[in-house]
């Protein structure tokens, strides 16, 4: 009885090794099946992380002034991955190459936006936090701006009654009446109206503020003044300050603009070509600066931007550009496109 519970057990740890073994050799087969698609899939992307170091590397040892110009595009190889179908090695391959941010062309550009901002609600969002998280990596600070104005006064002088009608006697009269006020002779008494009386306020940057109030009741007179766009005909008491710096120290057409509700674009031109008409007036302000400071602290820091981010900031950065990418990407974000994924 002994001798048949031995050999029993002895059956059953062969038994058992033998089920193990095959049990091993089942997982491991598995195991190797989808190790080898991640072993690919994994290569692949290391493949695309050396390459993208490499042309980084490479734009990093040219000279600053071409360096600011030179950035890496990226794309999926979508030919070679409808050429060959099966070759899984060929489907969502990434491609890179340095390209002039000054010379790209129509295609090149719609593809970034296109691929980029496929949800223009969402990736719009998305992508101006990147921005910002880009800035706020290497410890810059945006310049802000705080416009204070105290004790505001605006005051016109104006014919009042019938002598204030637009009639050819009254525009004949002023006609008279200013070339003898050359002179220094007055004869037509004017009233004084005030418009703005003791406005004090501040405008504080990242802030949005609303201005509300009836009709004629010194709206626009007041954003005018803040803009340093009033009429030199009126008077003007009081102070308004950019960052503690009055009117006659600064110069608010560079930091701010009053957009007129009266549409004066020119009507034979197209939405873009006026866009880009826009952009090439307006110009670019501290945008380079800013962008060649972040260079030079991320190179000192060791870090490398993404290449969306820094060909975007870079395009968005050059002065003389004939079309910009910065009018296919308000053109893109305006219209709300939707792309399917």
């Known amino acids: ?4 519970w031995d050999s029993g057990r002895r059956m059953s740890r062969s038994i058992g090794r033998g089920m193990g073994v095959e049990t091993w050799g089942v997982d491991e087969a598995f195991l190797q099946g989808g190790g080898g698609g991640g072993s690919r899939r994994g290569s692949r992307g290391r493949a695309d992380d050396d390459e993208e170091a490499l042309r980084w590397a490479a734009i990093e040892r040219l000279p600053t002034y071409s360096r600011m110009r ?27 190459k340095e390209v002039d941010v000054r010379k790209l062309a129509v295609g090149e550009r719609q593809e970034f936006i296109e691929r980029v901002f496929r949800v223009a609600e969402e990736d719009n969002q998305r992508f101006l936090r990147k921005l910002r998280d880009r800035i706020d990596r290497v410890g810059i600070e945006l310049p802000t701006v705080e416009v204070r104005f105290e004790r505001l006064t605006v005051q016109a002088r104006c014919h009042v009654g ?3 009608l637009p009639t050819l006697l009254n525009a004949a009269r002023n006609i008279a009446e200013g070339a003898l006020g050359l002179l220094g002779v007055r004869l037509g008494r004017q009233a004084t109206l005030t418009i703005l009386k003791d406005i004090s306020g501040a405008v504080r940057p990242s802030r949005m503020t609303l201005l509300l109030g009836p009709p004629s009741s010194g709206k626009t007179t007041l954003l005018l003044a803040l803009a340093g766009k009033l009429d030199p005909s009126l008077a003007r008491g009081g102070e308004v ?5 009055p009117l006659d120290e600064f110069v608010p057409q560079k930091t701010a603009a009053y957009i007129s ?5 020119v009507g034979e031109m197209t939405v873009k070509e006026t866009l880009d008409f826009s952009a090439r007036c307006q110009g670019v302000g501290t945008k380079y600066d800013l962008l060649t400071e972040l260079a030079r602290r991320e190179k000192e820091a060791g870090i490398r931007p993404e290449p969306e981010v820094d060909l975007f900031m870079k395009a968005t950065s050059m002065e003389g550009v004939e079309s910009s990418l910065q009018t296919d990407y308000t053109l893109r974000v305006r219209t709300r496109a939707r792309t399917p994924v």
């Open 162 to 164: 019938s002598r204030a």
């Open 261 to 265: 509700q009266t549409d004066v674009h």
């Open 1 to 4: 009885m002994e001798k048949v």
């Open 241 to 245: 300050a950019y960052n503690g710096f």
């Open 70 to 96: 030179t950035s890496i595009l990226q794309a999926e190889a979508a030919a070679a991955a409808a050429a060959s179908p099966t070759d899984g090695a060929a489907e969502g391959k990434q491609q890179y």
